[in-house]
């Protein structure tokens, strides 16, 4: 499938999964704008995905849980692109803990960033496409929003939030040619390797069981580029112009085979 043409922000564009997609979106042929916090490595990836082509790539900062950071951002990228046809959002944060001692401070940043973060860059997105009639809203969720989570209460408590506001937008945004589905990803990012590095060997004898063991495609996490890549591709274009409200895992059967 080609996006030649296509104007794309993908937020967490700077490493991992948000990278991916823009390095995707670039060799599909759109013009994509990355946005994240970490500008160096932001503008390195964009920088490296325009080199690749045939699209191109730019970037820009944002707070996806600040308003006025968001509004500011979305309308320029926006300006620069001559419009906007899709949002991926990748854009999120990981707090370890449990349920008994997850702290006030954690709970507020985990919804801060993943949950108001995505209604925000949704809204902001919703606004600018709904100008055209149409549009692809791409959010992230997690199978640590469907099931519980020991070790990181307040990670499931956000994405589950996500999940359904993911069906709610889709379900208000429809009329206005707008879809709005989530990615459920398995897929090995930095953010992922951090978090394993914070284990023990029980702790990651663990992971193995209730993680990698569920996989059915080789019991390991998919990578980014071959795996993830090919679907956010396919969400973005009118291939998949009659998909919306949907969690889909891209997992290698981690959430149904089990």
Do not use: C
Not at 49 to 63: C, K, R
Not at 67 to 80: K, L, N, Y
Request: aromatic content about 6%; proline content about 4%.
């Amino acid at each position: 499938m080609e996006l030649n043409g296509y104007k794309i922000i993908v937020t967490g564009s700077a490493r991992g999964m948000g990278a991916a997609t823009v390095r995707s979106y670039v060799a599909a042929g759109a013009r994509v704008v990355g946005m994240d916090v970490d500008r160096e490595s932001g503008e390195r990836v964009a920088a490296a995905a325009t080199e690749a082509g045939p699209g191109s790539a730019a970037f820009m900062t944002v707070d996806i849980a600040d308003p006025e950071s968001v509004t500011r951002a979305f309308d320029a990228a926006a300006e620069q692109l001559g419009g906007l046809d899709v949002l991926a959002h990748p854009a999120a944060i990981q707090r370890s803990g449990d349920a008994s001692s997850v702290t006030p401070e954690d709970w507020d940043v985990m919804m801060a960033v993943n949950v108001r973060g995505t209604m925000l860059t949704n809204q902001a997105a919703h606004r600018l496409m709904a100008r055209n009639g149409r549009g692809s809203v791409i959010n992230f969720g997690s199978v640590s929003g469907l099931r519980a989570e020991p070790g990181a209460p307040a990670y499931s408590a956000s994405k589950g939030a996500v999940h359904s506001w993911t069906r709610t937008a889709a379900a208000a945004w429809g009329a206005d040619g707008v879809r709005v589905n989530a990615i459920l990803p398995a897929i090995a990012t930095p953010m992922y390797e951090e978090a394993l590095g914070r284990l023990d060997e029980d702790g990651m004898t663990a992971h193995f069981w209730q993680n990698e063991q569920s996989i059915a495609l080789g019991q390991k996490y998919g990578d980014p580029d071959r795996d993830l890549g090919p679907v956010m591709v396919f969400l973005a274009s009118e291939a998949s112009r009659f998909i919306t409200g949907q969690l889909i895992p891209v997992d290698g059967g981690q959430t149904s085979v089990r």
